[in-house]
């Protein structure tokens, strides 16, 4: 079992950065696929991004590629999430998520989340 916290949230403007820290605790670290998501209002939680085990394969969504980075740090327990250009539409609350099994851009491929940290855009 793994223990994800989230932070790094907070108030930006548009085109404005942010940095998300995802910190792990209590399995290997490395034996999970990471990823981030996000979750806004009313609406269903979306995949931004993910890093394989090693992070060697990255997967990011189409929305975000080319403003989005994610990285890991396996000695460290910690997956990042680095955010440019931020638009008011992806103020969200943003979730990352461990899964036991390959990288997933599917929600339901992770097996376990965070609290959430919350994002807000403003125009």
């Known amino acids: 079992q793994v223990q994800l916290v989230e932070s790094g949230g907070g108030l930006v403007q548009a085109g404005g950065s942010l940095r998300l820290t995802c910190a792990a605790s209590?399995?290997?670290?490395?034996?999970?696929?990471m990823g981030w998501f996000r979750q806004a209002p009313g609406k269903e939680r979306e995949f931004v991004a993910a890093?394989?085990?090693?992070?060697?394969?990255?997967s990011y969504a189409d929305s975000v590629k080319g403003r989005f980075t994610i990285s890991r740090d396996n000695a460290k327990n910690t997956v990042y999430l680095q955010m440019n250009s931020l638009k008011p539409e992806e103020t969200a609350v943003y979730y990352c998520?461990?899964?036991?099994?390959?990288?997933?851009?599917?929600?339901?491929?992770?097996?376990?989340w965070g609290q959430g940290t919350q994002v807000t855009v403003s125009s």
């Open positions: 998520g461990a899964s036991r099994g390959a990288l997933y851009t599917d929600r339901r491929g992770y097996d376990y």
């Open positions: 209590g399995s290997t670290f490395s034996s999970y696929a």
């Open positions: 890093a394989s085990r090693s992070g060697a394969t990255i």
